[in-house]
């Protein structure tokens, strides 16, 4: 740990009150012990295999740990399990981080998304999220809104006369998918 991060080299080097260096005396953190040992078994990978999965606050709480300590070692990984996390189900990670007003995180889970195509994507979309924050399910609604109006399908069919006299039929059908990276960008809850 002490080659791994600056803050813990410095608390572990820090004098006793008779001037000597001491392991023994208590440190006292504001992180729950669940996070501080994420952080701490991130330094010994190995050791991660036999856990069980976190949950999303533990995972998040482990990466910020990592910055806040300055721990390099392990945070790639922290981050990725945070990811997978994620990736695991992006609805409960977006009610997640709409009840912690995280609006990072929600983009992160907005990107993760996936919506059917169909005339119940919008039911769907309000049953899967509907523990998150009322502003924060509506901004998202409306960013994924389905409708005509918002330009997401769009069907044409044309009559043509060629050259020579004969005629054909040209239905041309084009459905635009919701790009989740473009929602998570503009994604602005009130």
Known sequence: MLTSSGFFRDIFSLPDTHGVSSPNQPIDLDEPADVIERVLHGLYASRLNNRSDPSLEVLQAAVRSHDKFNIDTGLKMAEEALHRGITKDPFAAFTY?????????????????????????????????SDAKPSWQLALADLVDPTPS?????????????????????????????????????????
């Open 150 to 190: 918002r330009n997401y399908f769009v069907a044409v069919h044309c009559d043509f006369v060629n050259k020579n006299g004969s005629s054909s039929q040209v239905s041309i059908e084009t459905r635009c998918e919701i790009d989740m990276n473009r929602v998570a960008a503009k994604f602005e809850p009130n």
């Open 97 to 129: 981080a709409s009840q912690q007003g995280d609006l990072d995180l929600g983009r992160q889970a907005i990107r993760l998304i996936r919506l059917d195509s169909g005339e119940n994507r919008i039911i769907k979309l309000w049953s899967m999220m």
